[in-house]
């Protein structure tokens, strides 16, 4: 423990608590994937974003973590890995630099317009897919070596087209450090997106609320009518209401 986070916790026992739980958590995390995955297999962790947003992609990210030794500086480095959603954004960010540069890492999408035609959940499902397979591409394995590999996937539901040895945990991205990965990828990725995008559609106030149904988010679109980055399906069920979808451009 570095000494001003020692002699801050000695002042206070609920930041010393907080600390503490936060390196737990990381070796539980770390735990549950190597009962998962065994003693032969390579575990990839995938996770999608964006999946209850009115706009823009579903993002999913695949991650092999290294081995991560208790006490290494890497373990210290991660110690505060969790669901990507009980993180502030510097720590997501800060995760993110840190798994690009130990981990393997692959990021996928499925656009708008795959969401509209083969409804969300698949869409999400595809985009898991897809990360998985570039994940192995950039290893360049052949198919006799797919039988190595345990995809777990943060959920209950199997990616179907992913012919490989698949496990669902629900939460996962409270239980496994590889899924928990891919979610902090997956979001960081995500909101940055969102935040360029925003640029261009300053109205939609993307940079704050990332796509997501936020009450500011739902006047604008009332007020300026949905964009080409909107999932007009979604609009017509949270909305409740007929709105124009001739696309703004």
């Not at 630099?97 to 656009?111: R, T, V």
């Not at 698949?166 to 902090?184: L, R, Y």
């Not at 006047?219 to 909107?230: F, L, N, S, Y």
Request: aromatic share 4%; proline share 3%.
């Amino acid at each position: 423990m570095p000494k001003s986070e020692t002699a801050n916790s000695k002042k206070n026992p609920r930041a010393q608590a907080e600390y503490l739980e936060c390196g737990t958590r990381l070796k539980r995390m770390l735990k549950f994937d190597v009962r998962m995955r065994g003693k032969e297999a390579i575990l990839i962790g995938t996770d999608e974003v964006g999946r209850g947003c009115l706009a823009g992609p579903v993002v999913a990210a695949a991650v092999i973590l290294p081995p991560i030794r208790t006490g290494s500086k890497l373990s210290q480095a991660l110690e505060d890995l969790n669901d990507s959603k009980q993180l502030s954004g510097q720590q997501r960010q800060r995760l993110a630099e840190i798994i690009h540069l130990h981990a393997q890492c692959a990021i996928a999408e499925a656009s708008v317009a795959e969401i509209e035609t083969i409804n969300i959940l698949k869409a999400s499902l595809l985009a898991m897919s897809r990360a998985v397979n570039k994940l192995l591409d950039a290893r360049c394995e052949t198919e006799s070596a797919i039988g190595n590999y345990l995809v777990a996937i943060d959920g209950n539901k199997k990616i179907t087209d992913l012919q490989m040895d698949q496990v669902t945990v629900i939460d996962g991205d409270a239980h496994s450090a590889s899924i928990a990965a891919a979610s902090v990828i997956a979001k960081v990725y995500r909101d940055k997106m969102m935040a360029d995008l925003a640029v261009q559609f300053p109205q939609y106030l993307w940079e704050s609320n990332k796509g997501y149904a936020s009450q500011a988010h739902r006047d604008a679109i009332k007020e300026h009518g949905p964009t080409q980055w909107h999932r007009k399906t979604f609009l017509d069920r949270v909305l409740n209401e007929q709105l124009t979808l001739a696309l703004e451009l």
